[in-house]
């Protein structure tokens, strides 16, 4: 009912810029909705970890420990379009970057684990070389 598509990763080297974008369709049977979203990441032999969420609001935010200050998520409803703008990136930030969304309320929490959400990416590859 719903498909998000990654695009923009690639490679950088540390102190660099990139920017994610995740586009969200919606196909035949899916109802009228309006979802919070979110950003994880997975490195090789890593588990996937929260790097940002946001929700219906696009001041609600949420954004993991290691990313706060240099990595930025908002919205454009209008392009059913979520970005992750990444700054100062270090080679920690390497990995499979995967956006993923849910059906969620207007005051929703924006940070969620994986398995709260129901519909994901196929993933756009980040690397950065020190």
């Known amino acids: 009912q719903v498909q998000l598509a990654e695009s923009g990763g690639g490679s950088a080297q540390a102190g660099g810029s990139l920017t994610l974008s995740c586009i969200l369709s919606h196909y035949a049977g899916a109802y009228e909705a309006t979802y919070c979203m979110g950003w994880f990441r997975q490195a090789p032999a890593k588990e996937r970890e929260g790097v940002a969420g946001i929700g219906r609001q696009g001041d609600n935010t949420y954004y993991a420990d290691s990313v706060k200050g240099r990595f930025t998520i908002s919205r454009d409803d209008g392009k059913n379009t979520l970005y992750l703008q990444m700054n100062d990136l270090t080679p920690e930030d390497s990995g499979t970057y995967y956006c993923?969304?849910?059906?969620?309320?207007?005051?929703?929490?924006?940070?969620?684990?994986?398995?709260?959400?129901?519909?994901w990416g196929q993933g756009t590859q980040v690397t950065v070389s020190s």
């Open positions: 993923a969304a849910v059906v969620c309320a207007y005051y929703a929490d924006p940070r969620r684990q994986p398995n709260e959400y129901t519909a």
